[in-house]
Structure formats: structure tokens, C-alpha cells
């Protein structure tokens, strides 16, 4: 039975491991595989009050076969707090190496990645190193703004890549494009030049769930919004960095001007206010507009009250390799998508299945033509859905290709 410990620098609790890492991880107990997590917890000060206890999420993990272990996250003085993580966790996953027997290290991006390369450095045992590259890392950092381009943390995160792509025995990105830049040869078999397996698996979700909304649980849902027959436009996730705001909002104010009946419903975990006091100071009244933060559990029954979904993302070098979950449950739910060119496939997949719409530019005349778009295509729902089924199904596209690869990398050896 291969023993696997997968590296998270993330939170249990946060939405992303909840829908990004749980999941999967749930596909590969199907195959027998023996898993290990290991994620990064805020310190007490900073976690939402009323929440499980730990020991109780812990149990609950157990139960279903997955071994929780977590250590404290830091992020005063960034790098440094980052760099200190990276040497606790690296010491915790060499003592895991030995007293586990691990057969595989999966490194969700860069930084667990990282832990898991230098553990297995100084082990006598050398697991398999499986590098979930997810995105370019260094690259979103300096398109979000948050290092300066080609400085000294650029740089040394480019080292630290480039050495993890030596290093590493197998490989996981988001998206086609990505897998082209990377790894262009293994679109052919699916290995890259040195023979490693590499698999491109979109952010995929549970159709089982998505899947069984109703009509009832439609009007349920616009019931409680209070919507009536009005036209209902969403967006689901963060503003700000590589999510463009202004542009959204500005889509929305459009949206309004086609249809003076159109309701704008918002579900976002940060900011909540500052996008209410945006939204009123483009002329909106509170009754035209819902912002809401909701569970992961909860976005399906919302999603079910809407007619169009919305995803505005900077298009720049990093979002090539980005699979945005949002369309996935866009998709899933029925919603047909407005969103801008050059974010990872989404121009293929919006384009050759015709369940959106690529606006030309962030212009009123562009927002305004791409409403009446969607309009012509009438009741795509169902395409949609059928589109998610096939693209981002978790137990048959995610869920697959993850036991797919770890079948591969744990039956074989692969040269460095």
C-alpha cells in the first residue's frame, strides 16, 4: 500500500484545502493508498471563533483514512517567516520519511515542494517527489504586485524552481498552456524529456453535488435573495491583485443599463463593505445587490439562483497556468460565463463550446455586446453542465488522472 504525505502551506479550514486538496485526496484512498497530511494553521489569535476543535476534525479525518498533522504558520517579516516554515517543515517531513516509510511526497506549489525536496535530501530513505506545480509562482507574485519584477525574491524563487524541476519525479500543472510551456514534449505521451509523467489536471469539482440542483432549490434560492423575476448576475471569489475590480464592477453598471432589473449577487470571503460602498457609488441601491461570504458547502445553492456568472482576471504570463474553480462551478451549475481572453484554456473551452462570452475589451460597448451574446444563445444550461461533466468532473477527469499518475510513480523509477 504506497504511503503518501501530502505538503499544504495552507490552513485546513480555508476554503482552497476544503475544495482543492480534501477532495482529491479523497480520490486516492479509493486506490488504497495510505495518506498523510500536513498543513500550516494560523496561530490562535488569528482563527474564526466558533469553529471544530482540532482534535475533532482530526478524528473525523481519520475516520475516512487520512492522518492530519499540522504545524504553526507564520507571516510577520514574510520572507523570513516563510524561509523559518520552510526549515520546520522540512525537519518534520524527514522525521516522517523515516517513521512512516513514505513511498511519496506530494508538494502542493513551490514551498511544500521545496520541504519535501530538502527532507528527502538528508533522508536515507528517497521517496518519490511529486511536484503539484499548480501555477507560476514566482511570476503571480510580481504580476499581483506583490515583489517588484526581477527582484532579489523573483530571482531566488526562479533558483528554488528551477532546482524543484531538476529534483522532482513527477509533475502536475493546471492547464494546457502550461503543460506547452513546461513541458512541451510530454503532450505527446505524456512524459517529459527525462521520461518523468506529467499530467495536466484542471481545477476540477464534486458533480455529484453541483448536479442536484433543482428547480425548486432555484426558486428556493431567488426566494431568499428575493429576486422575483429579475435577471441575476454572480461572481464568486476575491477582488483585487490579478482580480480586476474596477472592471467587474464596471461590467455590473452595464449589465444594469441593458437591463435596469438586473440583481448583481457577490460571494466573496474578503472586503465584503468596501465592495457594498463601490457598488452604491455607481448609482446601485441596496436592493439590487447582494454581497455575501459563504461556506464552500453553500456556493452551489447560490450559484442555483443566478443566470450568468462572471470572471474578469488580469491576463499576464503567470495566468497561463491558471484553472480558476469558479468557472468549473459556473459551469456546473448551468451559468453561462462572461469572462476576458488569456487566462489559461478558458479561451478554447469558452469559444469552441459555446458557453460564454470573451468581451473584446474592458469597455461599455464590450460589456454591453457581450449581454447581447448571451442572450442570442438562449438556454445553454444544459451544454454547460454537459462541458463540466467533461472537463472538470472530479472523480472522472481529477480524480482519474491523480490515481493515473501515482499508479505511474509508484511503479516505477525515473532517472534525474
Known amino acids: 500500500m504506497p504511503k503518501t504525505l501530502y505538503i499544504c502551506y495552507f490552513g485546513l479550514r480555508q476554503p482552497l484545502v476544503q475544495t482543492q486538496v480534501l477532495p482529491y485526496l479523497r480520490e486516492l484512498l479509493k486506490d488504497g493508498h495510505e495518506i498523510s497530511l500536513l498543513t500550516f494553521e494560523p496561530s490562535a489569535g488569528e482563527v474564526e471563533t466558533g469553529r471544530r476543535g482540532d482534535e475533532e476534525v482530526r478524528a473525523e479525518l481519520a475516520a475516512e483514512g487520512i492522518e492530519w498533522h499540522r504545524l504553526r504558520y507564520h507571516k510577520r517579516l514574510s520572507a523570513i517567516a516563510t524561509a523559518y516554515d520552510v526549515f520546520r517543515g522540512a525537519w518534520f517531513i524527514r522525521g516522517m520519511i523515516g517513521k512512516k516509510s513514505l513511498d511519496v511526497l506530494h508538494g502542493r506549489v513551490h514551498v511544500p515542494t521545496l520541504m519535501g525536496a530538502i527532507a528527502r535530501k538528508f533522508s536515507r530513505r528517497k521517496p518519490m517527489l511529486l ?22 525574491l523573483y530571482r531566488s524563487a526562479k533558483k528554488v524552481e528551477k532546482w524543484l524541476l531538476k529534483e522532482a519525479d513527477a509533475f502536475v500543472v493546471l492547464t494546457e498552456k502550461a503543460r506547452t510551456i513546461l513541458f512541451a514534449e510530454s503532450k505527446e505521451n505524456g512524459r517529459d524529456k527525462l521520461g518523468r509523467p506529467v499530467e495536466v489536471v484542471p481545477c476540477c469539482v464534486d458533480l455529484e453535488k453541483f448536479s442536484a440542483t433543482s428547480l425548486e432549490d432555484r426558486a428556493s434560492a431567488r426566494q431568499q435573495l428575493g429576486v422575483g423575476n429579475r435577471k441575476v448576475i454572480v461572481y464568486v471569489g476575491s477582488f483585487g491583485g490579478w482580480y480586476l475590480t474596477d472592471e467587474m464592477l464596471d461590467f455590473f453598471s452595464a449589465a444594469r443599463e441593458h437591463d435596469p432589473e438586473t440583481f448583481v ?131 472522472k477527469v481529477g480524480g482519474a488522472r491523480y490515481r493515473k499518475l501515482y499508479e505511474n510513480l509508484t511503479t516505477e523509477t525515473y532517472g534525474k
Open 265 to 395: 449577487l457577490i460571494l466573496t470571503q474578503r472586503d465584503k463593505e468596501k465592495i457594498e460602498d463601490k457598488l452604491r457609488q455607481r448609482g446601485f441601491a441596496n436592493a439590487d445587490f447582494e454581497v455575501r461570504s459563504v461556506a464552500p458547502s453553500e456556493i452551489q445553492r447560490h450559484l442555483s439562483a443566478a443566470d450568468i456568472a462572471l470572471s474578469f482576471i488580469k491576463a499576464c504570463y503567470s495566468k497561463q497556468s491558471s484553472s480558476p474553480t469558479k468557472i468549473a462551478e459556473y459551469l456546473a451549475c448551468g451559468l453561462p460565463v462572461v469572462a476576458n481572453a488569456g487566462v489559461g484554456d478558458l479561451d478554447d473551452l469558452i469559444i469552441n463550446n459555446k458557453v460564454g462570452v470573451l468581451v473584446d475589451d474592458f469597455s461599455r460597448n464590450s460589456y454591453l455586446k457581450a449581454l447581447r451574446e448571451i442572450e442570442e444563445f438562449g438556454d445553454v444550461g444544459e451544454k454547460c453542465r454537459e462541458i463540466a461533466a467533461r472537463d472538470f468532473d472530479l472523480q
Open 131 to 152: 511536484f503539484d506545480i499548480r501555477g507560476f509562482f514566482p511570476e503571480e507574485y510580481t504580476d499581483a504586485g506583490v515583489w517588484p519584477e526581477n527582484g532579489i
